[in-house]
């Protein structure tokens, strides 16, 4: 038998926020941890990497995505957990991209398993873990490629494609909306995790945004249990095609981020 992980703290934060774990998610999310730190011995995969870190700022940071999902997708919803019972039942696409070892992707799938989940990143060894973290969790219809965004953007079977754009700590909002919005559907919402600068960064990336097809519909203020760090998610609603030069070749949204003066 494996030694069994203390997840207390994981187990408050959620229950804190309304989205109690069962068993099976609880065990999962013990195989995660274990696995992530046996692996970051070896591997760098992450600079968060001890118990509490890893449940607080990966999983628990992760997990809060789903407040502002549950009021977008299920806004006649009462209660957080009348919400969730709807949200679980829902087959939406999404992608992760940059999801380094899976935050905040591989945590939304094992809270909402009727998720069809891609997830994009860009370092082998860190693809190399996702998958072995799939296949350990029995996960279904959760790919993990490696590739960079921009080429994402521009292949035929994701562009448009998913209902759900997430990314946490990937690059600046400028940036990052060129990475995340050629992906989206029309009508689709684009998620960024973000800390303090996000409203600064949206007000950056006012042109970016609109040459892209989208708007911003707002900036969420999240309070993530047990961590005393600012969280705000900006949500944007594509509402028009992106235009085929978006996006560009790999290294040049970051190298001139669209609609920057500089
Ligand atoms: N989202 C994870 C990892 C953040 S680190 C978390 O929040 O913990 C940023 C990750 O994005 C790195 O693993 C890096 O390899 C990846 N990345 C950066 N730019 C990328 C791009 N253009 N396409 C795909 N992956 C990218």
Known sequence: MPEMLNLELLEKGARKLN????????????????????????????????????????????????????SALA??????????????????????????????????KIMWPALEL?????????????????????LEDVEAYHARAEEMGQDGTHRGSYDLVMARAVAVLPVLVEYLMPLARKGGLV?????????????????????????????????VPLLAEERRIVIIRKVAETPEMYPRRPGIPQKRPLGSKK
């Open 118 to 138: 891609s997830l994009v990143e860009a370092t082998g060894k860190k693809v190399q873990f996702l998958r072995h973290m799939i296949r350990e969790l029995g």
């Open 191 to 223: 998620l960024a995790m973000k800390g303090p600068s996000a409203s600064e960064e949206v007000l950056e990336s006012e042109t970016a945004i609109r040459i892209l097809g989208g708007e911003v519909q707002k900036v969420v203020d999240v309070e």
């Open 19 to 70: 989205l109690p774990l069962s068993k099976g998610q609880l065990e999962m999310f013990e195989t995660y941890q274990r696995e992530l730190t046996k692996w970051n011995e070896k591997f760098n995969l992450t600079a968060v990497s001890d118990s509490e870190g890893i449940q607080t700022k990966h999983f628990l940071d992760s997990m809060s995505l789903l407040l502002p999902l549950l």
């Open 75 to 108: 806004p006649e919803a009462k209660t957080v957990p009348e919400a969730y019972k709807r949200l679980a039942k829902m087959k939406l696409r999404a992608i992760d991209v940059g999801t380094g070892p899976g935050f905040p992707g591989l945590v939304l």
